[in-house]
C-alpha cells in the first residue's frame, strides 16, 4: 500500500511525518473512530493481525503503540502486517504516552519520538521487516509455555461451562428459527472481507441464516448483506445493524451482568443475554449448533494454529477449542466452501469451449464437399438404431 499522499513534512526544519492523534485505550473504538491520515496511538501488547489489518484498511499514516507489539509469548502476526503495508511502527512507548497525546492534536513522528511541535510526547521503538523477524522468531519459544497454559485453562473451561457445552444449559431461545438450515457466522477477522466476496455465490443458492458477531455485524452490511441474528457487545456495533430487525445476543459474565445491554434499550430494540466465559464467537457457534444448524459455515474466525494463538486469550482459545469440537463436522472454513465454488464456475468455460470446437467442426464438415456423405452416414445410423427397437 503507498502512502505517499498521506505523508507530508509540517514544516522544512522539522523532519518526520504528520497527522492527527486518535487515542483511546480502548482498541475497539479506536479503530470506528480511524481516517486515512491518522497517527493511532493505542495500547495493544501483542497486536492482532485482526487489529492490523483494520489499521490498514484504514490507511493511517503511523501506529504508536504504548505497549510492546510482540512481547515474547507467542509469534503474533499484527506487526509484520504493518510494516509490510509500509506503515511506519514505533512500539513499546510506556502507557504515559496515552495521557500526553490529545485526542484530535496535530502531532508529528520522527525517529521514533512522538512530537507535539517540537515538545516530545513519547519515545519508542521503530520497527522494521527485520526487527520484527527478529522478534517473531524469538517468540517461537514462548510457545510451550503458551501451550501448557493453555491446557490448564481448557480444564478450568469445560468444568465451569460442560453444562453448556454437552447439553446446551443456558442457551437462549431465538425468534428465528435454525434447526435443519445453514447458518454463515461472520467476524471481522482475517480475511473476512475478501472470504465474504467470494461467497456471494453460495449465499445466492442456499440463504443460510447470517449471523454477525461483533464488527461481523456490521461488515454484513458493508457486503449487502442483513444479518438475522447479532451476537455482540453493543458498544462494537453501529446502530443501523442493531436497529436493522435481527434478533440481538448480548454475552453476559457468568452471574448474568451484561455491558452494553443497556444501548440496545435506549435504541428501543430487543435483546437476549448469554451468560458465559466463552468469547462471542464461539457463543455464536454454541447458539447455531444447540438450535440445530445443518452446517455452519464461518468467516473470519480463528482457523490455524497461528490465528489461534495470535488471538493472545488464553481463556478464550479454551472455549474455541472445546467448542469446535462441540460442532465436531457441522463447522465447515468458508474459505473452503469459496474455493469449491470456484473450482465447480472455472469447469462451466470449459465445457463452453468444448462446445464451441464441436460445433465449429460441425459446421466446417457441412460447408465443405464432405458434408453430404456425412448427413447420410448420420441418417443411416439413426435408422439402424430406430431398427433394433421395432
Known amino acids: 500500500m503507498k502512502l505517499s499522499g498521506l505523508l507530508h513534512r509540517s514544516r522544512p526544519e522539522l523532519p518526520g511525518l504528520t497527522g492527527t492523534a ?70 513499546d512507548c510506556g502507557t504515559e504516552i496515552l495521557r500526553a497525546v490529545k485526542d484530535g492534536a496535530r502531532v508529528r513522528l520522527s525517529d521514533g519520538v512522538l512530537y507535539t511541535g ?5 519515545e519508542g521503538r521503530e520497527q522494521t521487516e527485520d526487527s520484527v523477524a527478529d522478534a517473531l ?23 465451569r461451562e460442560r453444562s453448556l457445552l454437552l447439553d446446551g444449559y443456558g442457551v437462549p431461545d431465538l425468534d428465528i428459527t435454525l434447526d435443519g438450515r445453514q447458518v454463515l457466522v461472520v467476524a471481522a477477522g482475517f480475511e473476512h472481507a475478501p472470504v465474504l466476496k467470494r461467497l456471494k ?13 461483533g464488527a461481523g455485524a456490521d461488515a454484513l452490511l458493508s457486503a449487502g448483506y442483513k444479518p438475522d441474528l447479532i451476537v455482540a457487545d453493543p458498544s462494537e456495533v453501529s446502530n443501523q445493524a442493531l436497529t436493522g430487525g435481527a434478533d440481538v445476543v448480548v454475552p453476559a459474565f457468568p452471574d448474568g451482568h451484561a455491558p452494553g445491554l443497556h444501548r440496545v434499550q435506549d435504541l428501543g430494540a430487543s435483546a437476549v443475554t448469554f451468560p458465559s466465559m466463552a468469547n ?98 448420420c441418417q443411416g445410423l439413426i435408422e439402424g438404431v430406430r431398427g433394433l427397437f421395432a
Open 118 to 122: 517540537e515538545q516530545p510526547l513519547g
Open 137 to 159: 522468531a524469538e517468540a517461537k519459544s514462548g510457545l510451550t509455555h503458551q501451550l501448557e497454559a493453555f491446557a490448564a485453562n481448557t480444564i478450568e473451561f469445560m468444568r
Open 201 to 213: 455465490t453460495y449465499l445466492k443458492e442456499y440463504r443460510p441464516v447470517m449471523i454477525g458477531v
Open 280 to 377: 462471542p464467537e464461539d457463543l455464536a457457534l454454541l447458539l447455531a449448533h444447540h438450535h440445530g444448524a445443518s452446517m455452519i459455515v464461518t468467516v473470519g474466525l480463528s482457523a490455524s494454529m497461528a490465528e489461534f494463538l495470535d488471538r493472545g486469550r488464553s481463556g478464550g482459545n479454551a472455549s474455541t477449542f472445546l467448542t469446535r469440537l462441540q460442532a465436531g463436522g457441522t463447522v465447515v472454513d468458508g474459505a473452503m466452501i469459496a474455493q469449491l465454488y470456484r473450482a465447480r464456475s472455472s469447469l462451466f468455460p470449459l465445457l463452453l469451449l468444448v462446445a464451441a470446437a464441436i460445433v465449429a467442426v460441425v459446421v466446417a464438415v457441412l460447408v465443405s464437399g464432405a458434408g453430404d456423405a456425412v448427413l447420410a452416414w
Open 22 to 91: 486518535r487515542t483511546d485505550r480502548r482498541t475497539e473504538a479506536l479503530l470506528r473512530r480511524l481516517r486515512p491520515g491518522d497517527i493511532a496511538v493505542l495500547d495493544a501488547v501483542d497486536l492482532d493481525r485482526a487489529t492490523a489489518d483494520a489499521l490498514v484498511a484504514a490507511r493511517v499514516a503511523a501506529v504508536v503503540n504504548a505497549s510492546p507489539s510482540i512481547s515474547g509469548r507467542f509469534p503474533n502476526l499484527g506487526p509484520q502486517v504493518l510494516v509490510e503495508a509500509g506503515i511506519p511502527l514505533v512500539d
